[in-house]
């Protein structure tokens, strides 16, 4: 593979321009996919909770990438509460298509309203820095806001749901990853990757939890971090949230 990587570029090569842009298409193409999981109201990736997983007061930054058409009004994407009404946090899409990382009894950055509901792939990064929380959207800073919480909660976390009769996500999610620091703008554009999505860690570090969704059918969804956060497949009816 080796040998025949070198002769295939020494073609490029000799091909001058014509031979570089051959290589462009011949990179696009083998270059990784985004592998999505679909949820439908019904289904969620639970993880345990686990110190690693408990923000604190500390720096974290939550990424991923969606895709939906839904129109309704509220969109769970993550959770890590049980109840709507009890404590811990949520990120959702709200119905003017503003996202929000919303915390009982602290304040709630949002951000300003983005076109999302249209099936394609989006990237979301939440960042919070000392007492501050940034929002991007596809590489964009779209949200700012105080966010001085102290995370204490031990619930699982829940991806594609909120809490029980909350307000659940209907769509596509994946490369869903939590860092225990708060990434850079450089770091959350090295997550977007020109829109083609990260398999990986940003080369700074921080990663606990990571998800790629590849996995079979029957396999739970692995932690590709190395710290073994891995997550359970959990379909169950549960009601939505009057507000949808």
Known sequence: MVILGFV????????????????????SRSASKLTPLRFDLSNRVQIRNDPQLEFRDGAFTISFWFRTVSTQRYLTMISKRIDP??????IHGQENNTFLFYTAGCASPVSTPQPFRDGQWHHLAFVRTGTVMNIFYDSRQVGSGAERCDHNDR?????????????????????????NRGLGPAEVAEEWNNGKGLKKAVRGGGLVAGYHFDEKPDVAPQDFSGHGHNGTVIRSAVPIGERN
């Open 8 to 27: 295939t570029l020494g073609i490029f090569g000799l091909l001058g321009g014509a031979g570089f842009l051959l290589f462009r298409l011949y990179e």
């Open 85 to 90: 009404l009890g404590d811990g946090w949520i």
């Open 155 to 179: 619930h699982p976390i829940r991806i594609g749901m909120d809490g029980d009769k909350g307000w659940h996500f209907d769509g596509d999610l994946t490369e869903v990853h939590f860092y």
